[in-house]
């Protein structure tokens, strides 16, 4: 059974990601959320709001 076991390993060179904040949401969810984070009042849930919020500002495309 030990022979079928297989071992491999990969070298990351380097990581791509993309930075998504609810910019694919409605305006009224992102206010949702924004106020929901806030409401936390956990560092990070508020840091994570201060960031959706520059998405708020950002889109010219939606009304507040």
Known sequence: MLGAIVVVEVPIDRLEGKL???QDEAM???HGTVTGLRDRSREHDIAMAD????????DPSEEL
Do not use: F, G
């Open 20 to 22: 998504k904040a609810s």
């Open 28 to 30: 009224q969810d992102r």
């Open 51 to 58: 960031l959706v919020m520059k998405t708020v500002r950002v």
